[in-house]
């Protein structure tokens, strides 16, 4: 038996040949550390997703509603963060945040939508 020593820890490791870590402490501390970076990008940016669902939500309980860009940005949704979008025939591109979306219309309105493609 080879002896190793632990990724996370340094401390001597014995057992299978391919073990890396000393314990499961120290493999959830070493696999956290590794992706810290990538997992605080991906929940800031899922954070702000999921605000800016949270206003459209708030701003049309109806399925469809009217309003202006100064009063979405008055409550803090941010234009530069969506999930998808959706272009018709026409050409009219709407912005999705999940389920909830807008269209830009002219001179700062917005309609905004609800999608439901199970219908």
């Not at 696999?31 to 702000?48: E, G, W």
């Not at 941010?78 to 909830?100: L, M, P």
Request: proline share 2%.
């Amino acid at each position: 038996m080879q002896e190793k020593e632990c990724t996370e820890c340094g401390t001597l490791i014995r057992g299978r040949a391919d073990k890396k870590f000393c314990s499961d402490q120290c493999r959830n501390t070493y696999n956290n550390k590794l992706n810290s970076d990538s997992n605080n990008y991906v929940r800031n940016i899922n954070n702000i997703l999921r605000k800016n669902r949270r206003i459209l939500v708030s701003m049309n309980p109806n399925g469809k509603a009217k309003t202006h860009k100064d009063k979405l940005m008055e409550k803090g949704f941010d234009f530069t963060y969506y999930t998808n979008t959706y272009t018709t025939k026409a050409g009219a591109t709407y912005y999705f945040c999940y389920d909830y979306g807008y269209l830009p219309l002219d001179k700062g309105f917005y309609a905004l939508v609800i999608r439901q493609e199970w219908l």
